[in-house]
């Protein structure tokens, strides 16, 4: 199989590589921050700022974690976040400030690869997001409901060459209820997501 290089930018999703140093929180002996532990067939990866992100494949389908929602809480609330059977799973503690958690959830996505065609499961219905062949003559296209059945718009925001693979950035535009949206993913051939598992630090540490 083909290997295609997928950048994937999400809403809260990506914040990607950063030089800046990390900000200053309090620790709690209970909790290590942003901790998540590989487990059932996922792999923990951590990006440049030492946010987790989680990764499962089988054959040809594809499965993500990442983070998808932040919640402030009260520390007299640690216990019971703690104490979540998601916890460390697919919620984490992401900072402390006073008297304050930053509480982080997950969400999951799942993709097929095949025949250089990729597929998002979408609502359970698989819709095709992307094609080398789609952009041979225009970076954008607008899909019909026999390939995508939300007639995404497809745009190659980027293509490039590194370590001798080809890798891409995709934007997936829409109309939801009279409002735009979209959404962003940056992968190579082998549906390694470079933001997430492309980072040269190995200093990273559980504790920000």
């Known amino acids: 199989m083909k290997s295609v290089i997928i950048i994937l930018i999400l809403p809260f999703l990506l914040s990607g590589c950063s030089n800046d140093?990390?900000?200053?929180?309090?620790?709690?002996?209970?909790?290590?921050?942003?901790?998540?532990?590989?487990?059932?067939?996922?792999?923990?990866?951590?990006?440049?700022?030492?946010?987790?992100?989680?990764?499962?494949?089988?054959?040809?389908?594809?499965?993500?974690?990442?983070?998808s929602n932040k919640t402030a809480a009260e520390i007299s609330e640690l216990d019971k976040y703690?104490?979540?059977?998601?916890?460390?799973?697919?919620l984490y503690i992401d900072a402390m400030y006073g008297g304050q958690i930053i509480v982080s959830e997950m969400r999951e996505t799942i993709f097929i690869y095949r025949n250089d065609s990729l597929y998002e499961i979408a609502e359970q219905k698989p819709k095709l997001i992307f094609h080398p062949n789609m952009f041979e003559t225009k970076d954008k296209v607008k899909l019909n409901k026999g390939s995508n059945y939300m007639e995404d718009e497809i745009v190659l925001e980027k293509q490039w060459i590194e370590e001798g693979k080809k890798c891409y950035t995709i934007l997936i535009n829409n109309v939801d209820?009279?409002?735009?949206?979209?959404?962003?993913?940056?992968?190579?051939?082998?549906?390694?997501?470079?933001?997430?598992?492309?980072?040269?630090?190995t200093t990273r540490s559980s504790h920000i």
């Open 82 to 90: 703690v104490s979540d059977k998601n916890y460390g799973k697919t």
């Open 21 to 67: 140093k990390p900000k200053k929180v309090a620790e709690h002996p209970k909790v290590k921050l942003r901790e998540i532990k590989s487990h059932g067939g996922f792999i923990v990866h951590y990006n440049c700022d030492s946010v987790p992100f989680l990764k499962k494949q089988v054959g040809d389908t594809v499965k993500i974690w990442t983070e």
């Open 177 to 201: 209820s009279g409002e735009n949206t979209s959404y962003a993913f940056t992968f190579d051939e082998n549906l390694r997501f470079l933001l997430w598992e492309n980072c040269k630090d």
